[in-house]
């Protein structure tokens, strides 16, 4: 059986023919089209399947559910977006409009709790019943695995881990809160105190970090820390510290099998791990007394979204 | 069917009969005798169990369960008490022991979760499937329910909300972390709170309620702000701020239908409720798009303990 996972993004529409292994055997992007209402944007991801069955060779009649992940507050139980400030939806019954529009059963859930199915179904935190995925990004994201079933409170509105707040009265964070983790732990953040360290030490390998990039990116400080600059050393400590926070927050309500760090940040592999486990593991209550909570890399990469999508219906 | 519950601290073990409707038939404390190892207080407690069935004339035997809450790490599963800092407890095989020491059914959790388990099947979370108990007392404690089941992480040493850090760097906590949410909203932070007012303020009534009542407690704060005293009003305003932060991030990661306060300072009532669900549900991502998260008083008062002991074994 063949299941298509489709991850809506606010600029692209990522489509994919997923097998039940969870290896993807085709897939597209198609630009999101805002300029049509959701059910345009629907038949859009309908004829793109179409497409994307016949370069595989797949018939379409085939397959056996699609998978829809969105950025905002999706209801996985009703299918309904509740709020998509990305696409700009608003109690969009996008379950019931996918299904009219492809006579294919279909299920939708947030996109990073997409990715957390993904990554419990075929990714890095497999057969690990209790796991949370956080991704680092523009912003951070949640999805949380109990028992094996994807949680995500009532109405599907819960699971905001990033939007935690760590720094009573810190910075202000665009959904009208102050010091919520993302503005300490995102990419965007991670940039932000780059640049300030940047200021600071007008004489640090950061610049030419940056001479060599072009621009200030989330790699800029790592870079120029494995290069032994001591300015971004103290960047990059000081934002694995404020990812820890997080988890151990994480850690201290949850205590679950692992937490899978994704987005882009995770790309710096055991320079970002390492100190997170042990900093995380040091920090959990009567640690000493109980099991570690591993802290592991996503392994799906940017196909997570399509393949958790998918799984959804698997 | 008759089951009994047991709330075993550090001081005092209370210890109660309960029918199927959660009502207490008769119930008793008795001294924790800290000269005894766990088997000598497990006997301790079955010879009250037997002593008050038969003040109670209910037959020893008819007892269906015995259900234990125990302050400290307890996982449920196993029925193992891996630490308990109050009882100086460390891997000791709890529910095996009581087993055998009363022939009855037993089983145990931490007692913040009992309590949380109380108030779900007989109190103000009843019938609210998703809902989390907050208590605040010396310390914040919590517990869990998700889809109608108290959850508590792997090996039970999740749901520590209370070691939630939410001022990052902030006061330091006894569990070795700084900043937790124990440390600003617990009973002995608003003591501290007060008492900090107080030096700040030698004119404010707090002063004079402190003469009234002997010493600083709980009360002091909101009663000095019912008479309208300005130093007593911010200390409230602050306590209730900091005890929201935290509420704020248990929403936005778990959105149950009703967060539950329990503890000493939820007898002050709708001047700490109201304030609270105001703040936490306009602090909760897209709220507006959202059911709204309640925020309700614990209704099982101190016998919660014994009530939801008893409840696990029903």
Redesign the interface.
Same mark, same amino acid.
């Given at each position: 059986m063949i299941y298509a996972g489709v991850d809506v993004g606010g600029t692209n529409i990522k489509i994919g023919l997923v097998d039940i292994k969870g290896a993807i055997i085709a897939d597209n992007s198609i630009k999101t089209d805002k300029n049509k209402d959701y059910k345009g944007i629907l038949e859009d991801i309908v004829a793109d399947l179409r497409l994307l069955c016949e370069k595989a060779g797949v018939d379409y009649h085939d397959i056996g559910g699609i998978g829809l992940g969105v950025p905002?507050?999706v209801d996985s139980r009703t299918g309904t977006v509740? /709020?998509s400030a990305n696409l700009g939806w608003?109690?969009v019954p996008l379950v019931h409009g996918l299904e009219v529009a492809s006579g294919i059963r279909t299920e939708a859930a947030n996109d990073a709790n997409c990715a957390a199915w993904g990554e419990y179904k075929f990714g890095s935190s497999r057969s690990m019943d209790?796991a949370i995925l956080v991704t680092l990004g523009t912003g951070v994201g949640?999805g +949380?695995i109990?028992d094996g079933k994807l949680?995500?409170?009532?109405?599907?509105?819960?699971?905001?881990?990033g939007?935690?707040?760590?720094?009573?009265d810190?910075k202000q964070c665009n959904?009208?809160?102050k010091g919520c983790w993302e503005r /300490?732990a995102s990419a965007t953040a991670l940039i932000e105190q780059t640049e300030e360290a940047m200021k600071k030490y007008p004489d640090s390998l950061l610049h030419d970090v940056v001479k060599e990039n072009g621009k200030v990116s989330g790699r800029t400080a790592f870079i120029a820390a494995e290069r032994g600059d001591k300015a971004a050393r103290e960047v990059v400590e000081n934002y694995i510290d /404020?990812i820890a926070?997080g988890l +151990?927050?994480?850690g201290?309500?949850?205590?679950?099998?692992a937490i899978v760090i994704g987005g882009g940040v995770s790309n710096e592999g055991p320079a970002l791990i390492e100190p997170l486990e042990e900093k995380v593991n040091s920090?959990?209550?009567?640690s000493e007394?109980?099991?570690k909570?591993r802290i592991i890399g996503a392994s799906l990469g940017n196909k997570a979204g399509i393949i958790g999508a998918a799984a959804l219906v698997m």
């Open positions: 905002g507050v509740s /709020y608003r109690d209790n949640s +949380i109990i949680f995500d409170g009532v109405a599907s509105a819960g699971g905001e881990a939007h935690m707040i760590i720094v009573k810190g959904c009208g809160l /300490y /404020y926070t +151990i927050n994480l201290n309500i949850f205590h679950p099998n920090g959990l209550l009567a007394h109980n099991p909570v």
